[in-house]
């Protein structure tokens, strides 16, 4: 592009960071809930599978924060 821009690049980086930020925020809020839920389940059935399902969210968002770290270091949000 004019000047030396890649704008496709920066376009593609520049959604890449509105879905980070939005999956971010669906993790967050699935923390949020299965924590609350854990703590009012009633039975060690329904506490498990919270903790499972919390777990999980743990996982996800543990995963996107690599993904972001792995993202920046390479100045693209597209894969190689």
């Known amino acids: 592009g004019q000047y030396g821009v890649d704008y ?3 376009a ?3 959604q890449f960071n509105r879905n980070l930020v939005e999956a ?3 993790e967050r809020t ?3 809930f299965y924590t609350r839920f854990l703590r009012e389940a009633n039975d ?3 506490k498990s599978m919270y903790r499972k399902l919390l777990d999980e969210e743990i996982r996800h968002l543990r995963w996107w924060r690599r993904r972001s770290r792995s993202t ?3 100045g693209s949000g597209a894969d190689p």
Do not use: P
């Open 8 to 10: 496709v690049g920066v």
């Open 12 to 14: 593609e980086l520049m």
């Open 30 to 32: 699935g923390i949020e």
């Open 72 to 74: 920046r270091s390479r």
């Open 24 to 26: 971010l925020k669906h």
């Open 44 to 46: 060690e059935r329904g």
